[in-house]
């Protein structure tokens, strides 16, 4: 009974005794925590009592909780700070939990336990609330889209592959995280830096210091662009770095692309399996929207106009280029450093935007402050609590009253042990019938200062923080019965829409004012940078969007193509992709997918197959919203109020197209995401 994960943690909020866990622990508290979860259920099955909502909802819900507190504690320390121990873990639980899980949704008894309960419910032999009733038909949907009718056979093909995919996921993501430390461009020359600021040059040489290397060492992020290629002058510089990021996974030992055709092999023998056309179908059928024709839909509906957009600041952008290289051709490796010095003619230099956004100001000032402003709720540190690394700092949050809501633990900088991106988690899920206040992370990837110097931000970093911190609202202010439905528990093209809608509270102009000071003097930003980082909001904007439209293009096509037409060895990859992209009449070599196929970690390693759509989808809600804030006061505590009760409040407890209507009067109005883009 020394591992603390095997019973409920002492410590406030519930929060992990992470200063006393070891891997050991993790990996002994899944071994019990599964067992136990096998036999609870067990005993939900073969209860001879009539079915009720008290000894068959309420009875699975409390079940498994040593794996829900282990679960939720390992994958956040495993994805904000890995190890080769904990790779190994993953790479023996995951299948491990596949198996799990298809032993819960594979159960007959269980699943006819289920029907007794609907089919009392519908004879009027008992009544069930709402909760009750949306939960009873999503657990009733699970088991069908989990093949609960497949003949016996079938389900055992059904569980090798879950746990095959599982498998493959854990060895994509390490492969690209791997790949992505090795893929840092070493520099030797003090001149090759040239662009980089005294702060971004001394970060460089503390990390070819850490790796053991002479120089100066440029990390990459996740994606395809790289901030740093807006600041570096040297065009060949440049050029490495890029290439450094687009051919990440292509080959040597971080080579990814026979687990991609490997893991879209086996999702569409999945999909075929439970009676859908491929796996596109099988995902959107379990989304909003429904059907992969509705995503195809809004897709080609967009891609002509923005891809008329993207054109026009590509020949901008040349026109720029010439006059330094008139007998150089512009190359996708220039794109990010011109539409810097676009901004920059604009008033909006990076460079003298980031003494203006030192990370700790931004966080309370900004970030805290308007959910304050919003809910409420009000932020105060916790140094007496250990988080999951040295990073991470606990923010007891508490309502208006004084009651404590729960807690969010912020992990903002990047590290070699850290996966790309950033990400919100729930430790603990909000749950009434369990008593349990709710623990949600935050955790980014922002460039980690050199001692003694502080954090400044690019507005990117800005815009990405107040993002995550929509999900976390999402999680802190869940209001539910049910802790499997709560906060973010809810369909993959929704969960982003209350994360984008948090973004416009960045563009605040009561809040810049105050969370926008001079780190050193302690001056606002001056009104005329501020005014003109407004108007050049939309700057960019068929770039940022090309980008993300490709990607979900390309996500598409993965998922939809036949296995017949799919690439026969790995070194048909890159022509698919390409061919893809032609196909969706989207090709334009300047500017590549925001993730191309061999580190597109969401799609390969996240929950984000055949649905990195949804955040297209989701937008098109967060525009609609955005329309409506600002006809109903702005940052205002009667704004906050209606979207916590109706939207945030319910999570996953009932139709979230229902709590859509409920807050909004209506269905989404697609007009306001088409001015925003400027195709209005």
Known sequence: MSNPLMQPSTLDFQLPDYAALTDD???????????????????????????????????????????????????????????????????????????????IFLNNALYERLRQLQTRRDAGEIVLDTQDSHLLHERLREFRRSGIALPEENKARLRRINAELADLATRFQQHITEGRNAASVLLTQEAELAGLNSAERERARS?????????????????????????????????????????????GEHDTRQLVLDTVALRQERAHLLGFEHHAAYVADDGCARTTENVTAMLRRLSPGVL???????????????????????????????????????????????????????????????????????????????????DARVFEVKEETGDVLGAVIIDPFTR?????????????????????????TNTCNFTKPAPGAPSLLTWDNVITLFHEFGHDLHGLLSDVRYPSRSGTAVPQDFVEYPSQVNEIWAWDPTLIEDYAVHHLTGEPMPTSLREALVTTRTEGIGYDTYEKLAAMMLDQSWHTTPASQLPASPGDVESFEAAALK?????????????????FAHIFAGGYSASY????????????????????????????????????????????????????????????????????
């Open 25 to 103: 622990d993790f990996a002994r508290a899944l071994d019990a925590g599964m067992a136990q979860q096998m036999e609870e259920l067990d005993a939900v099955a073969t209860n001879m009592d009539a079915a009720t909502a008290e000894n068959t909802l309420q009875a699975w819900e409390r079940s498994g909780q040593i794996l829900s507190r282990a679960l939720n504690a390992f994958w956040v320390a495993k994805s904000a700070d890995t190890s080769p121990e904990r790779d190994a873990i993953v790479a023996e639980y995951s299948p491990r939990l596949a198996e799990h899980t298809d032993a």
């Open 416 to 440: 070699p042990t850290k996966q790309g991106g950033a990400w919100m988690t729930s430790i603990v899920e909000q749950s009434h019938l369990l008593d349990d206040k709710p623990v949600v």
């Open 613 to 680: 759509y949804s955040y297209l989808w989701s937008e098109v809600m967060d525009a609609d919203t955005v329309a409506w804030i600002r006809d109903n006061g702005g940052l205002t505590r009667d704004v906050g109020d209606q979207f916590r009760r109706r939207l945030l409040g319910p999570g996953g407890s009932q139709p979230v197209m229902e709590s859509y209507e409920q807050f909004r009067g209506s269905l989404p109005d697609e007009t306001h995401l088409l001015a925003r883009i400027g195709l209005g």
């Open 583 to 599: 196909s969706w009449d989207v090709s334009f070599p300047l500017v590549q997918p925001r993730y191309r196929t061999t580190y």
């Open 207 to 251: 990390l070819a210091e850490d790796g053991g290397q002479d120089g100066w060492l440029l990390p990459l992020t996740n994606t395809t662009g790289q901030p740093v290629l807006a600041s570096l002058t040297n065009r060949d510089v440049r050029r490495t770095v890029y290439t450094a990021s687009i051919t990440r996974g292509l080959g």
């Open 308 to 390: 008329e957009i993207v054109q026009r600041e590509a020949e901008a952008l040349q026109a720029r280029f010439v006059l330094d290289h008139p007998d150089d051709t512009f190359e996708p490796w220039d794109w990010e450093f011109y539409a810097a010095r676009a901004a920059a003619e604009n008033a909006v230099d990076a460079d003298e935007l980031k003494p203006y956004l030192e990370f700790e100001r931004v966080l309370t000032r900004g970030v805290f402050a308007a959910a304050t402003r919003l809910y409420g709720i009000t932020f105060h540190e916790r140094p007496d609590m250990v988080g999951y690394t040295a």
